[in-house]
């Protein structure tokens, strides 16, 4: 098996799971890194520290900032002459599009979201979630170069191999462009839920407070500075429910579940969340739930390992305090 | 501006859907078009609004029920809805999905916009919107939180993991939305009642002079999630620190940190 794997990052910032993406492609045989943009030579390094045994690299003024046509234009036909079996990338806004088109191009599908693969025969199966990830899929893809896109966290990361090098091949361009990138604003704060290992999230019981005396927007405020905090002291990002966007207690980024982030960390800790099934689908894989709630019959708790019953207010303070202790923080 | 708002119709997020006998079960909920398709409804009435002279087209491709889709853009405000409705569709992929959307809008006269959900709710892949532009040759303009029509260009706050990316390309062009596009909006009983009565034609696929495209991707099996073994501990004790002190051990004995 032959797999090229797309290195994906922004001004030279590497989505992590293109690592893991590296890594599957190498379990199934031969694996090369693609890696295009402008002045990429710290992702090349790292591309190679991480396992790819070439990389395949279009350094260019075109490609300063990623732009679907002339990504995938390049793409398709660097795939065309080298034939892989298999082009692999981490899930992101960006490769979703390019993956898309390059499949238009190869005339081939893409796998989305993929979070198992075997191959059996010829056939490159991949198993990805469906219906907002209450069915699971084994698919497969005629296409003679299959192009798959996998989720952040479902495969294992590999050991970083500093130093490691290999060769490096000069991808020919094509530059034509249909947009133009006229300027980026920085979110104001920088969520990356999907790599995330360690999640605290709150909902509609944030504001929840009627003790504090303020308006319904203030408490809010002041639940997700409780949840920050917890975050902030096990390293984790903070996430929230559809209710808690929708009310407008924190920015849509946030949002764990159907319509936001499906998320897979190591430990999601559930604040003031009464656990609709659109917010749980988008947290059930996470290795360790805890749910903290006033209403014991929250349906949260049925999904949950460790439960609280109690208010947010009151309880996050003193686990923070808690966690701070023991982890000698 | 000639906008078209590309919609689908799925079973509704409330569904308990299951796998049986091979098929996608969701028992008797409601099919409703797709929750993200809404924002691709209300950004196409929001760009008309924005543009005197402009109409907008609501686009389907699905089985006859599907109507009731398009009947919901059309109470939001759509001027005209079209159905794209074959036999010969059933087993249709994302890439098949852009052929038929694309020779769709070719049918239709073109557009100066055409819109997208950024995903469905059933398949959830994504892809169709950047497929359908790479098909008609159209420059893509996705995950987009604003957008302004000025000139004859489109500029976009596309809305990535990292940020906010501003972005402009020249009409016409294929765009999804998000959520930050604003909420959709919500049709009157009488606008419902009305829309509900609409004569929706329905296209087959000789109408577009195409052949089924056949479907690279195929589903080999359909698994019902393994149902999580979790046995809920509810943690108890005297005070609020010592039900914290008992979760944090039972936590950390968890080894996830």
């Known amino acids: 098996m032959k797999t090229f794997v797309y290195i994906d990052h922004f001004q030279g910032a590497v989505q992590p799971a293109?690592?893991?993406?590296?890594?599957?492609?190498?379990?199934?045989?031969?694996?090369?890194?693609?890696?295009?943009?402008?002045?990429?030579?710290?992702?090349?390094?790292?591309?190679?520290?991480?396992?790819?045994?070439?990389?395949?690299?279009?350094?260019?003024?075109?490609l300063a900032e990623y732009r679907a046509e002339p990504y995938a234009a390049t793409l398709s036909a660097l795939a065309a002459g080298h034939n892989p079996n298999l082009i692999l990338f981490p899930t992101t806004a960006r490769t979703r599009e390019l993956a898309a088109m390059a499949a238009v191009d190869l005339e081939s599908g893409v796998l989305t979201d993929v979070v198992g693969m075997e191959v059996s025969g010829d056939e490159i199966l991949a198993t990805r979630p469906i219906y907002e990830g209450k069915l699971l899929e084994k698919?497969?893809?005629?296409?003679?170069?299959?192009?798959a896109t996998i989720r952040a966290r479902a495969f294992p990361k590999p050991a970083q191999t500093l130093g490691a090098s290999g060769a490096v091949n000069k991808v020919e361009v094509k530059a034509e462009a249909l947009s133009e990138v006229k300027?980026?604003?920085?979110?104001?704060?920088?969520?990356?839920?999907?790599?995330?290992?360690?999640?605290?999230?709150?909902?509609?019981?944030?504001?929840?407070?009627p003790s504090l005396g303020l308006e319904e927007k203030e408490t809010a405020q002041k639940g997700f500075e409780l949840i920050g905090e917890l975050a902030t002291v096990l390293n984790g990002a903070v996430g929230a429910s559809r209710a808690a966007v929708d009310a407008g207690y924190i920015p849509y980024a946030h949002q764990v579940g159907q319509t936001g982030k499906v998320v897979a960390p190591d430990l999601y800790i559930a604040c003031g969340i009464s656990g609709a099934i659109q917010h749980l689908v988008g947290m059930r894989n996470a290795k360790v739930i805890v749910a903290i709630n006033k209403d014991a019959d929250a349906p949260v708790f049925q999904q949950a390992r460790y439960g609280v019953v109690g208010d947010l207010f009151q309880m996050l303070p003193v686990i923070t305090a808690a966690f701070k202790k023991k982890l000698g923080k | 501006m000639k906008i078209i708002a590309c919609i689908k119709q799925v079973p509704d997020s409330e569904a308990k859907v299951k796998a049986e006998d091979g098929r996608v079960n969701w028992g008797d909920a409601p099919l409703v078009i797709n929750p993200f398709d809404e924002y691709a409804v209300e950004a196409a009435l929001q760009q008309k609004e924005a543009n005197s002279g402009s109409a907008v087209t609501a686009l389907c491709v699905g089985p006859e029920s599907a109507k009731e889709a398009l009947k919901h853009a059309?109470?939001?405000?759509?001027?005209?809805?079209?159905?794209?409705?074959?036999?010969?569709?059933?087993?249709?992929?994302?890439?098949?999905?852009?052929?038929?959307?694309?020779?769709?809008?070719?049918?239709?006269?073109?557009?100066?916009?055409?819109?997208?959900?950024?995903?469905?709710?059933?398949?959830?892949?994504?892809?169709?919107?950047?497929?359908?532009?790479?098909?008609?040759?159209?420059?893509?303009?996705?995950?987009?939180?604003?957008?302004?029509?000025?000139?004859?260009?489109?500029?976009?706050e596309r809305v990535i993991e990292e940020g906010k990316q501003t972005v402009s390309a020249k009409l016409p062009a294929v765009l999804s939305v998000v959520q930050s596009i604003g909420e959709p909006?919500?049709?009157?009983?009488?606008?419902?009642?009305?829309?509900?009565?609409?004569?929706?034609?329905?296209?087959?696929?000789?109408?577009?002079?195409?052949?089924?495209?056949?479907?690279?991707?195929?589903?080999?099996?359909?698994?019902?999630?393994?149902?999580?073994?979790?046995?809920?501990?509810?943690?108890?004790?005297?005070?609020?620190?010592?039900?914290?002190?008992?979760?944090?051990?039972?936590?950390?004995?968890?080894?996830?940190?």
Request: hydrophobic share 50%; charged share 20%.
């Open chain 1, 18 to 62: 293109s690592w893991e993406a590296l890594a599957l492609g190498k379990s199934l045989g031969a694996v090369s890194a693609i890696v295009f943009g402008q002045g990429v030579d710290a992702v090349i390094k790292s591309a190679f520290e991480y396992g790819a045994e070439e990389v395949f690299v279009a350094d260019d003024p075109a």
């Open chain 1, 183 to 209: 300027g980026y604003a920085a979110s104001e704060s920088a969520v990356n839920l999907g790599d995330a290992s360690v999640i605290v999230s709150g909902g509609r019981g944030v504001s929840n407070n």
């Open chain 1, 139 to 147: 698919t497969t893809c005629g296409g003679k170069i299959v192009l």
């Open chain 2, 74 to 156: 059309l109470a939001m405000g759509a001027d005209e809805a079209i159905l794209v409705s074959d036999p010969a569709l059933e087993s249709l992929d994302t890439a098949g999905a852009a052929k038929v959307l694309a020779a769709a809008i070719q049918k239709i006269g073109g557009a100066d916009m055409v819109i997208f959900g950024r995903q469905t709710l059933d398949n959830g892949a994504g892809l169709t919107p950047a497929q359908t532009a790479r098909v008609l040759h159209f420059p893509m303009l996705g995950l987009a939180g604003s957008i302004k029509v000025e000139g004859g260009s489109v500029m976009v």
């Open chain 2, 185 to 257: 909006r919500y049709p009157s009983f009488m606008v419902i009642r009305k829309a509900s009565k609409a004569n929706i034609p329905v296209w087959a696929l000789s109408d577009l002079g195409l052949a089924a495209p056949s479907p690279v991707v195929l589903r080999r099996e359909l698994i019902n999630p393994p149902v999580a073994q979790t046995s809920i501990e509810i943690i108890s004790g005297e005070t609020p620190e010592a039900i914290a002190e008992t979760l944090v051990e039972k936590i950390l004995a968890e080894k996830v940190l």
